[in-house]
């Protein structure tokens, strides 16, 4: 099993800046190789912000390039997601994700997820 812990979420203004954080634990938390975030509103589908990979390859929203910073840490394994200049648009449950090989099967994980809300 893999445990995905979020923290960081909160109440910002717009433009101004959160960092949010998943550390990674379990057992087979070693077969990790891809680690992102991903974010819903109500009625909507469940949509990626940014992905790392072991490789350090990363993907990120168009809608949030230039924004957001991903980054990761391998001891133990934790993913941020840096998040300036922030929007209302931006306002949305984050979730964490991890993803890898686990009893040689492709599977993820989800963390409980974090509220994230920019308003004035």
């Known amino acids: 099993q893999v445990q995905l812990v979020e923290s960081g979420g909160g109440l910002v203004q717009p433009g101004g800046s959160l960092k949010l954080s998943c550390s990674a634990s379990?057992?087979?938390?070693?077969?990790?190789?891809?680690m992102g975030w991903y974010r819903q509103v109500p009625g909507k589908e469940r949509e990626l912000v940014a992905i790392?990979?072991?490789?350090?390859?990363?993907n990120y929203a168009d809608s949030v390039k230039g924004r957001f910073t991903i980054s990761r840490d391998n001891a133990p394994k934790t993913v941020y997601l840096q998040m300036n200049n922030l929007k209302q648009e931006d306002t949305a449950v984050y979730f964490c994700k991890a993803e890898g090989v686990f009893r040689g099967l492709w599977g993820e994980y989800w963390g409980q997820g974090t509220q994230v809300t920019v308003s004035s």
């Open positions: 790392i990979t072991e490789g350090n390859s990363i």
């Open positions: 379990g057992s087979i938390s070693r077969n990790i190789n891809a």
